[in-house]
């Protein structure tokens, strides 16, 4: 899916805990619109994606940290990235 939409730049996966094999998962856009878009297009299959992970017991939890954006020297509201 996220190869799929547009501005999608890549996925860093960090063990943070590996006794309670807690992760954290950031994905990277080329701006901020573009990740709202893919939300919006691909919601039912993202549903779906997460369902089967928590079936085949590959997530116990998840928990929502938050999203950042970064703005460009110029300060431009429309230059506004997700991080």
Known sequence: M???AEGYLFT???CEVPKTR???VKDSWT???NF???RD???AE???FEQWLRSEGLTEKEQFLGAYYEKFEDGSEEDLVLG
């Open 2 to 4: 996220l190869f799929a």
């Open 12 to 14: 860093e996966v960090c």
């Open 22 to 24: 807690q992760y954290r």
């Open 31 to 33: 701006w901020h619109r």
């Open 36 to 38: 709202e878009r893919f």
């Open 41 to 43: 297009r691909f919601h």
């Open 46 to 48: 993202f549903e779906s």
